[in-house]
C-alpha cells in the first residue's frame, strides 16, 4: 500500500474502515497502523467530514429545502401609493386643461374663438360655423 492509494481511499470512502473496499482494507489499516503519525491530520479531517455528512444523511429533504429558500429572492412588496398619486395628479391635470377655456373670461374677439373651441359646449361651436353642427 503507497501513501498516494492510501489518500485516495481515505478521500473516497471516509475515514471508517469498514467503508473501504474490502480487497485493499487489511492493507490500508496495516498502513495507518504502521504511519500513523503522518496520517493523523488527513484521518482527522475525514473523520470531521464523515460526521457532517452523517447529519446530511438523517435530514436530506430538510437540508436541501433550506438551501432552495435561501437561493430565492426575497419577495418585492409593491407599493401602491406612488402609481396612484401619479395617476391622480395626471387626471387633475387633464381635467384643469381642458376646463381652462371655460375659466377664462375672453378679451377680445380672437379669445372669443379660442374660449369657444376648447370649452365643449355644442350650441357655441353651432354659432360659430354659422349653421347646424
Do not use: C
Not at 409593491?78 to 377655456?101: D, Q
Request: charged share 25%; hydrophobic share 50%; glycine share 6%.
Amino acid at each position: 500500500m503507497t501513501d498516494e492509494r492510501f489518500r485516495q481511499i481515505l478521500s473516497a470512502y471516509g475515514a471508517n474502515p469498514q467503508r473501504w473496499p474490502s480487497a485493499e482494507r487489511a492493507q490500508a489499516e496495516a498502513f495507518a497502523a504502521r504511519h500513523p503519525s503522518q496520517l493523523a491530520a488527513a484521518l482527522a479531517a475525514e473523520a470531521e467530514l464523515d460526521a457532517l455528512l452523517g447529519k446530511a444523511e438523517r435530514q436530506p429533504g430538510e437540508l436541501l429545502q433550506r438551501r432552495i429558500l435561501r437561493s430565492l429572492p426575497e419577495p418585492a412588496v409593491w407599493n401602491w401609493r406612488a402609481p396612484v398619486a401619479a395617476a391622480a395628479a395626471l387626471v387633475i391635470g387633464v381635467m384643469l386643461g381642458f376646463s381652462s377655456g371655460a375659466l377664462i373670461t375672453p378679451a377680445d374677439e380672437v379669445e372669443t374663438y379660442y374660449a369657444d373651441a376648447f370649452t365643449g359646449l355644442d350650441e357655441d361651436w353651432a354659432d360659430w360655423l354659422g349653421g347646424d353642427a
